[in-house]
């Protein structure tokens, strides 16, 4: 009698088979795979968008929270309210009026950092095959968002002066051609998060009137509003199209990134389907932050402290572009942020950043290759420098050391011609309209 063989297979996760089709769209970002090596002491991480809370007066904000434990505990341990608490969403009305928004705290959401905003947002709106437009390049944590939720990213070229409303106009025309649905613009029109680009105040009247014609709802995504250097802040999008836009801001960047404190303003029936979506996601958003953010705000001068933050990173954004003027090769170029934490980088042509990161990551130095910021896998002529955690003297080491490696790699491609994963064929968009310009300089 013949004994056949046993064969057996080995999966990785057994569970493979079980999850949700949706779990497909569930991948680490670029920015997270970093954080291990980013964080060693060695290297200098101009990758991460750590705001710099060595800014903050800690003792005052140790005292706040000393306080509130003793006089406040039984409350802010509690279980609170799924809209957020009521004296901290008045506070937020006072925060959004600096940028010429007049709202009332019934209509704000709080949600556990503007991370989480996005994500209720796209949970009420999109359904599985819905286009989300995006700028080109967009934020990474927003693509992951519409990713995880099967959205078709559609992205929309961007210049120095932010959106370009003709390509939006192309955008929402090839996407309404094709017969399928457009559910909201994401932007973030200060201080962009990769790109450092602010929309001009003309083209944000423009972008509502192209949105409002072709009723295509705008996500207004504002986390740096108030980190401007060298002027007031502008005019939220929100502030002139109070139906068609839902605004997100956050503490993150202006107080603490830790407390994870952001908020939703939108319509009222919209802002009745997000507090049934933060019920479902966590009941409630942590009543312990609200009331610590929102102490802050009534004993310190936040203002001021704002104020002191824009300084500081101004400082670090000068020293970033003088160091990118007097170390880098002659062809890069850069954009020059007027606000935010971000300079967004083009290479020579040929440089693959995502290709060369090992080599970086090797000599000490972090970035995020431009590839974590589309949905198309465009990008890898780009990268991202933070400028907002590192002091002056660290960036400018930090960009010697990337201008090593990037002179290194130029000789290599000279000597030996293409030596990306990809040489020889085109970085942008597999498919859809013509691939969106990234020239950003």
Known sequence: ???????????????????????????ASEIRALFAVASRPEVVSLAGGMPNISGLPLDVVGTVIGDLVVQHGAEAL?????????????????????EGIEAHPDDVVVTVGSQQAVDLVTRVFCDPGD???????????ALGVFKAFQCDVVHVEMDADGLVPDALRQAIGAVQASGRRIKFLYTIPNFHNPAGVTLSAERRAEVLDICRAADVLVLEDNPYGLLGFDAEPMRAMRADEPD?????GSFSKTFSPGM?????????????????????????PPAFSQMAVSAYL?????QGQIKQLREMYRERRDAMLQALEDLMPPACSWTVPHGGFFVWVTLPPGIDAKAMLPRAVTARVAYVPGTAF?????????????????????IREGVRR???????????????????????LPSGPRSGYDAPSTDLS
């Open 1 to 27: 009698m013949d004994v056949q063989p046993v064969t057996t297979s080995t999966r990785l996760d057994s569970y493979v088979d079980r999850y949700a089709a949706r779990t497909a769209g569930m991948t």
């Open 78 to 98: 509690q279980y609170g309210s799924g809209q957020g608490v009521p004296r901290l969403r008045e506070q937020i009305c006072d925060v959004m009026r600096l």
């Open 131 to 141: 286009v989300v437009l995006a700028e080109a390049p967009s934020y990474v944590g």
């Open 244 to 248: 068609g836009v839902i605004y997100l």
């Open 260 to 284: 994870r404190v952001g908020w939703a303003l939108a319509p009222h029936a919209v802002r009745e389907k997000l507090v049934l979506a933060q019920e479902s996601a966590t009941l409630c």
């Open 298 to 302: 009534t004993q310190h001068d936040w």
């Open 374 to 394: 589309y949905a198309d896998g465009f990008g890898s002529g780009h990268m991202r420098l933070s400028f907002c955690y590192p002091t002056p003297e660290r």
């Open 402 to 424: 990337l201008a090593g490696v990037l002179e290194a790699e130029m000789e290599l491609r000279a000597t030996f011609g293409a030596t990306g994963p990809v040489a020889g």
